[in-house]
């Protein structure tokens, strides 16, 4: 976003919760690896570092964020969490900690992995079970004596259920989420993927029915098995079991009536968004964000990204969410607000300049608040200052 805002001459700030960019990625489980190839996992401007058709580790998608955003000059400002985003007078009033920002344009970039989903009846579970979320399990050295019970069998389940299966007898419930044709990585992978990722691009978009009925199946099941087959669950020993639908006497509870008596649970049961920080009439019943291709109609200046099929199916993938964010970036540049207020513009500027020496490696992603190209001008002009010090008087 930031970097298609900058090349529209509309740049922006990032305001992002996490130290350092990348961090979502580094938190997650030691031994991962994306499972699109190298080629697919390049941000708009600068090609993955790494050969097409090599799988990158979390870490080094990290670097790569972080790297990116120093490239391009992104403005993000680190370890600020938006708390609350609501109406100011015909634009944006935006609170992070004892900040506020005003802007005319917000676009919430916060990710479609927000919150851990585990149900409800997780918290009656003998105490005595240690219980782990995808987002907590790091490597096996976190689970306890005696088997582990892995709940959703998705990629992560998949993935987490193979590492446990090496030391502990170890269940996977869930339904089968199907797997991908050929294994990630082999030459008939290599032959199929690009036209795989044109469907994703261009035809499983929402602007088809087939993407719509695609959007609707998957919105609530996990993804076919990309780089973990079948075959490789049945090979690690591990037990498939049905669902668990509840707890009894303290024990996971299946479909059949069974019940098991792990002395771990890990959730690889998904994620829910968190939108609770926004203050704006513009989600439904269910919590979902209304938008057409990010843009919000209810609240016009404020935009989606990075959402689960935001627009096509690679929408929340690193390397299909560049096209996103020209179109918003499109649409921001042609609904320019004809003058922001220097004062408004001010109150960013002074946080840029106080933050010119301090601030670490710059974070990506989180709320860009964009800024006019007036706002831009005053906004270097006071950060020249602050990089002086403060003017006498001022
Ligand atoms: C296990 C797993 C494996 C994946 N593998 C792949 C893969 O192989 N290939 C692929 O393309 N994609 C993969 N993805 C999807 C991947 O996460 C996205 O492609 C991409 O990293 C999402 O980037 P994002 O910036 O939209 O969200 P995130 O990376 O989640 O970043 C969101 C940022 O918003 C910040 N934030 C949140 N709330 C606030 C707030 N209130 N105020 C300020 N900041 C806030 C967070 O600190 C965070 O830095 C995977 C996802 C998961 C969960």
Redesign the pocket.
Known sequence: MGYHLAQRGRPCLI????DRIG???RQ?WDS?R???PARY?GLPGWRFPASGWSYPTKDEVADYLESYAARFHLDVCPG????RLSRDDGGFMVA?GERRYRADHVVV??????APRIPSFAADLDPGIVQLH?TQYRNPSQLSDGAVLVVGAG??GGEIAIEAAAAHHTWLAGRDTGQEPLRAGGWGDRVLTPPFWFLLSHVLTVRHALGRKVRQDLSHRGLPLARVRRKDIVAAGIERVPRVVGVAGGKPLLDDGRTLDPGTVVWCTG?RSDFS?IDLPVFDDEGNAMHDRGVVAAAPGLYF??LFFLYAGNS????G?GRDAAHIAAHITAHQAPHVAEDQALSIAEHQAADVDTRRAP?????PVTLTRSNLRLLRSIRRRGARGPSPGR
């Open positions: 305001l992002d919760a996490g961090d979502p990625w997650r991962l994306v499972f699109t996992d600020e969490r938006v708390e992070a970039a916060t990710g479609g992995y927000q995808s990629n992560s994620f920080w990204i990075g929340s993938l690193i390397g969410v974070n990506i992603s989180g709320l």
